[in-house]
């Protein structure tokens, strides 16, 4: 247990440093040595920690997508839950600008669109739960895979591009009501 709260706090302060750098650079103009001395560590400790700097970056997206959504369900505040989003991709605009530079379109799905079906499912799910529906497994994969490329290409890259930098309430207001519309998509299948 406390050699796991120390590869943690390790990892952690290699993301943090990692942010930090994509405040000033691309992903891909990154170092290893640069990363691992801005928190004080050696090359041999990053490499014990991961593969390379993508690893890394598919970690600390892991940490935060999971950390900005396991405690709120969107049922409970569906304008909360999309301002804490935006709030999200706005504080982080910056490093994933440096990273979509990087990676492209196609790199940023990579990593993001396995972290977003889970969290699309996650909202699925509880509607199916909470508006007492039984849905079978091949809907809810089909329709968390629609909602997470609508999320991801309308939502995430303009975003990260500041498309929507003047207009999020109006961004926020359309995302809630097509999040919202899940239950009654549910209850059609069922019907079906």
Not at 46 to 74: A, C, G, K, P, T
């Amino acid at each position: 247990m406390k050699r796991e709260s120390a590869n943690l706090r390790t990892k952690t302060m290699l993301a943090a440093s990692l942010k930090k750098l994509l405040h000033k650079k691309p992903l891909h103009k990154v170092s290893i040595s640069e990363l691992a001395a801005g928190c004080e560590l050696d090359r041999k400790t990053f490499y014990y920690h991961f593969s390379d700097i993508n690893d890394l970056f598919v970690w600390l997206m892991h940490q935060e997508v999971y950390n900005l959504f396991r405690q709120i369900d969107f049922f409970d505040d569906p304008e909360g839950y999309f301002t804490k989003t935006m709030n999200w991709l706005d504080i982080n605009g910056r490093v994933f600008a440096s990273a979509f530079e990087s990676l492209g379109w196609e790199g940023m799905r990579r990593i993001l669109h396995p972290h977003f079906v889970n969290v699309i499912l996650a909202v699925i799910e509880s509607a199916e739960e909470r508006f007492k529906l039984n849905v079978s497994r091949e809907f809810k994969n089909f329709l968390a895979d629609f909602y997470t490329h609508a999320t991801e290409g309308t939502m995430v890259i303009n975003a990260i591009k500041g498309e929507y930098k003047d207009n999020w309430p109006q961004v926020l207001r359309y995302a809630t009501k097509v999040y919202l519309a899940i239950p009654q998509i549910l209850a059609a299948e069922v019907e079906r």
